[in-house]
Every structure is written in C-alpha cells, then in structure tokens.
C-alpha cells in the first residue's frame, strides 16, 4: 500500500501569493492597493490550500494492482501483453463505501503480481460515485491516473510521480467540500533519506471551495521533511510559485517564494518565511513570517517605498483551523 502522506500535506503545504506586472496567461494582471492585499495574500493562501486536500488522491494506487480479470502468468513464462480490462467495486480494492466504475490499464501483469510495483504508463479511468477512500474522504466525479515513474514497491515506495486528470471532481475532506478541474501531479521521494521531498504540479487546476472559486496556473508547491524516527519529523520546509486568479479579486497574481517557509512540527505554523506577490504597474506585497506574527509589505507601484504595511496571524490570513 502506498504510504499515506495526505494528513501530513494537508497541514503542510499553505501558501501566500505574489503576482508580476503581466500574468502571461491571457489574463490582466491584478492591482494590487491598500484595499484589497489582506484579501489577496488571504484569497491566495487559502486556494492554494484548498487543492492540498487532493492529495489524498494517492490512496488510488491501493487498489490500482492487477485486478481479478487481469491474469498473470507464472513466473519464467514469456511476459504478458498490456491490458485493458473494465473494473467496478469487487475489482478494486479502492472504495470503502460507495461505487467505483472504469477501466484499468496494466502494462505488465506479471510485475504488479510478482513484484509488487508499477510501470511508468499504468493508470485508470475512472468514475466515482460517493467513493470514500478513507473516512472522511468522499470523492465523486471523473478522473484519469497515470503512472509517470515509479522507483520501489507498492508496499515500500521510493520514489513516484502520479498524474491526475480530474473532471468534476467533489471531495469531502474532513468536511471541507472542494470541487476541482485540471491536472495535478503529485512527486514524492525518500531516496535521500532522512530528507522526503514531495510536490504538487501542473498547468492548470480549478477549485471552488466553500464560497471561494480559485483558478491555479503553472503551479508548483513543494515541501520537504527531516524524518528523524518513523512517524517523526524534525523539520518541514516549503516553498509555492505559480499563478492564480480567484472569485476574491479581479485578474491573475503570480507567486514566488523567496525565503522557504518553515513550519514548527507541533503546532504546523509556519515561523519563518518570505513570499512576493508581483501584480500590476510593478506592484509588490510581500508576506513575511516573523514568529508568530505574519507582516504584509506592499509597494503598489515598483517606485521602493511602501504605500501599506499591516500585520496579522498565520490563522486569521489561512483560515487553517490550529489545534
């Protein structure tokens, strides 16, 4: 079974927002003044944190394997072609509750029946209906799996890269309700040991969560940990870059991190890390952790002086619910 890291990003992987003088992407690039930068940096921070919840997504690979109707052959005997069977509930091992129809594309049958790991072009297409993989995660709509790398065993991964294609998807995670379009592939590695590094990619993903609907653009949030002990992390460091535009403000703004954000690993609060948001006529506001105060710095102009400076809380800007 792929190791279970969806708790752990979803706490880890939160964001600020930064955005340039041109989005690039066909959309106008925002203004960025005084009024609205609280509402930005907080737009940005909680849409970004919203597509965190998808990364449960993963689990699928638990019951990707070679299903019933997939036959291996014994091993020595000349490999098996690829294959594409239908699958439903009793062939995957990936609803506990609910229904799950589709197809289930295997590459070679043989390595996923005697050598427990994935080849880069297996995958699934796949409708869920109320599938829950976990309790509370609930997911329903369309998507498609792809595996891209794989380096381990299902049992042990070393390192993969999974490739989602989603279509209408609604989750319930933990009772956030997030519907979602796009792509998303998702990176994780232990092949340096103590360090793990895992990402979040892709060229574009849709997000509505609660009232806010968010649209994600060249994206790219990384993270990595110091597991010092099973289960035990020492240190978590992250960093975001891409583009969003969001129901909260008008345009697109581009985020880059500047200083990585490290979390404190009882509480998850970020206490340290830098962040620029670049919008239009060159403007500027940075987020700035400082302990537990978090300090938004906005020169709306590019002329190097600052026209706003307010500070507030990790809490109050990310919504994130701190125990």
Known sequence: MIVRISTLLCALLMIASCSGGSSGGGIAASE????????????VIQAVGASDELTALQSIT???????????QAPGEPPTAEVTVRVNNSDLNLCQAGT???????????????????????????????????????????LNFSVGRFIGTL??????????VLQNLVGTVQGDVIQADGDISFFYSEADLPLVDLALSGRRLDITSNDLSAALRNYELAAQLVIVLPGLVSNISESFDGYLSSSAF??????LTLTPFERDVASLVPIQGRLHIL???????????????????????????????????WTSLSGETIS
């Open 32 to 43: 960025i003044n005084a009024a609205n930068a609280l509402p930005i940096a907080s737009a």
């Open 250 to 255: 008008d345009g697109e703004v581009q985020f």
């Open 155 to 164: 049992a042990t991964p070393v390192e993969y890269i999974f490739d989602f």
């Open 100 to 142: 799950v129809n589709g197809t289930v594309t295997v590459r070679d049958p043989d390595v996923v029946a005697f050598e427990d790991r994935l080849l880069k072009g297996d995958g699934a297409n796949l409708d869920l209906n109320n599938c829950q993989f976990e309790p509370g995660e609930v997911y329903s709509g369309g």
């Open 279 to 313: 919008g239009a006529n060159n403007a500027l506001l940075e987020v700035l952790v400082l302990g537990a105060q978090v300090q938004l710095n906005l020169d709306a102009d590019g002329d190097g002086l600052l026209e706003f400076t307010t500070t507030t809380s």
């Open 62 to 72: 638990d019951g990707l394997g070679a299903p019933p109707a997939v036959q291996a």
